[in-house]
T-cell receptor, first 112, second 109 residues
Framework: KNEVEQSPQNLTAQEGEFITINCSYS?????LHWLQQHPGGGIVSLFM???GKKKHGRLIATINIQEKHSSLHITASHPRDSAVYIC??????????????FGQGTILTVHP | DGGITQSPKYLFRKEGQNVTLSCEQN?????MYWYRQDPGQGLRLIYY???????QKGDIAEGYSVSREKKESFPLTVTSAQKNPTAFYLC????????FGSGTRLTVV
């Protein structure tokens, strides 16, 4: 079983819909990251979370440390949000310095 | 603007040849990482370096080599010993948060 599991693997939405992508992990972490990968391949870091909730524009990320679960929400989705969204975790400090463990990614397609 | 530059974006090589992928950063970050991405799989760590002149193997280091002679540069060599080198390679560095390069897509024919 992977240490980081994302769901769903594929997600199709209509423009304007509210979107949720889920991430569960099984290891102790110091931080959880949400990343966005566009078709060209480059990756952009969206959020780094260690507790609670963060918001940036139409994107909201939450984390529940006790349940080892995080969600990424996109409000009022737009076709330009179409990308692969990747959840990654940083292990507890002192082990494997800074190494990220990645989920398999969620492919999001938003239709006009 | 600060960032990571990976070059080239696309690379084609014949089987049996070594090839070196470039990664340069101007962020003054100490830690740098190389990841490999295959279709349908999460990124996997090849090598990482915490400081100049030091680097550690990641989960899939066999068939790869790296050097870290300068803080700004962390090149990755894909050797002929790597059994399945065709993949997408991403370089990253760590400061307050992670910064990723735009990647190099290597195809071995």
């Amino acid at each position: 079983k992977n240490e980081v599991e994302q769901s769903p693997q594929n997600l199709t939405a209509q423009e304007g819909e509210f979107i949720t992508i889920n991430c569960s992990y099984s290891v102790g972490i110091s931080a959880l990251h949400w990343l966005q990968q566009h078709p060209g391949g480059g990756i952009v870091s969206l959020f780094m979370l260690s507790s609670g909730k963060k918001k940036h524009g139409r994107l909201i990320a939450t984390i529940n440390i006790q349940e080892k679960h995080s969600s990424l929400h996109i409000t009022a989705s737009h076709p330009r949000d179409s990308a692969v969204y990747i959840c990654a975790v940083t292990p507890v400090l002192g082990t494997s310095y800074g190494k990220l463990t990645f989920g398999q990614g969620t492919i999001l397609t938003v239709h006009p | 603007d600060g960032g990571i530059t990976q070059s080239p974006k696309y690379l084609f090589r014949k089987e049996g040849q070594n090839v070196t992928l470039s990664c340069e950063q101007n962020l003054n970050h100490d830690a740098m990482y190389w990841y490999r991405q295959d279709p349908g799989q999460g990124l996997r760590l090849i090598y990482y370096s915490q400081i100049v002149n030091d680097f550690q193997k990641g989960d899939i280091a066999e068939g790869y080599s790296v050097s870290r002679e300068k803080k700004e540069s962390f090149p990755l060599t894909v050797t002929s010993a790597q059994k399945n080198p065709t993949a997408f390679y991403l370089c990253a560095s760590l400061g307050y948060g992670y910064t990723f390069g735009s990647g190099t897509r290597l195809t071995v024919v």
